[in-house]
């Protein structure tokens, strides 16, 4: 009698500790376009006085262009970091395909604003980031694509509809340009 008491004990033990294992397995990780980003501005602003940005705008029709040297790259990078799809509630709201240098994530969900995400790479890291949001709600749609190039280039295209208000289209880009040494006699 004690006999199948102990087996009982050392049964339910051990169903409780298998369960426990599978209740804090890893939870699924997308690529981290919050931890990418963070790295590239302190990569960037360590060396803003030799990085000169060709930025565009054009938005309505209306165009401007300026070389600047960016001062906050966390701001000027701040739309590609609102993008990230690393959150617990989000785990099971993208398929995920790719290979050894392509990576894609695509919504599940249509209520998602983040709906795909194509990270390229090779050997030497990140080659380029295509993003695409969509927003749709009574008063407001929105529509944009992101892209980065690692010191190439950079481009923000959003449409947005917005009711009474009407529509409105921006471009924004900037373009990488380094300072080279000078060189003296």
Same mark, same amino acid.
């Given at each position: 009698?004690?006999?199948?008491?102990?087996?009982?004990?050392?049964?339910?033990?051990?169903?409780?500790?298998?369960?426990?294992r599978?209740?804090?397995?890893?939870?699924?990780?997308?690529?981290?376009?919050?931890?990418?980003?963070?790295?590239?501005?302190?990569?960037?602003?360590?060396?803003?006085k030799?990085i000169?940005?060709?930025?565009?705008?054009?938005?309505?029709?209306q165009?401007?262009?300026?070389?600047?040297?960016?001062?906050?790259?966390?701001?000027?990078?701040?739309?590609?970091?609102?993008?990230?799809?690393?959150?617990?509630?989000?785990? @099971? /709201?993208?398929? !995920?395909?790719?290979?050894?240098? *392509?990576?894609?994530?695509?919504?599940?969900? #249509?209520? =998602?604003?983040?709906?795909?995400?194509?990270?390229?790479?090779?050997?030497?890291?990140?080659?380029?980031?295509?993003?695409?949001?969509?927003?749709?709600?009574?008063?407001?749609q929105?529509?944009?694509?992101?892209?980065?190039?690692? @010191? /190439?280039?950079? !481009?923000?295209?959003?449409?947005? *509809?917005?009711?009474?208000?009407?529509?409105? #289209?921006? =471009?924004?880009s900037?373009?990488?340009?380094?300072?080279?040494?000078?060189?003296?006699?």
């Amino acid at each position: 009698m004690m006999k199948k008491y102990v087996i009982l004990f050392c049964t339910v033990i051990l169903c409780i500790s298998c369960h426990d294992r599978t209740k804090k397995q890893k939870p699924k990780q997308f690529f981290s376009l919050k931890h990418f980003f963070e790295q590239e501005e302190i990569r960037l602003s360590k060396t803003k006085k030799d990085i000169h940005i060709t930025k565009s705008v054009l938005h309505n029709g209306q165009f401007e262009r300026k070389n600047i040297i960016i001062q906050n790259w966390k701001n000027e990078l701040s739309t590609f970091i609102e993008s990230d799809i690393n959150k617990p509630a989000w785990r @099971d /709201s993208y398929r !995920t395909l790719g290979d050894s240098t *392509h990576i894609y994530y695509y919504a599940l969900d #249509s209520n =998602l604003r983040t709906r795909s995400i194509h990270v390229q790479k090779n050997i030497a890291g990140i080659v380029r980031i295509d993003i695409i949001n969509k927003t749709s709600n009574l008063l407001y749609q929105s529509h944009e694509h992101l892209i980065y190039i690692p @010191d /190439s280039i950079y !481009t923000i295209r959003k449409n947005q *509809h917005v009711i009474l208000l009407g529509n409105n #289209s921006y =471009l924004i880009s900037g373009k990488f340009g380094y300072s080279l040494p000078s060189i003296r006699p």
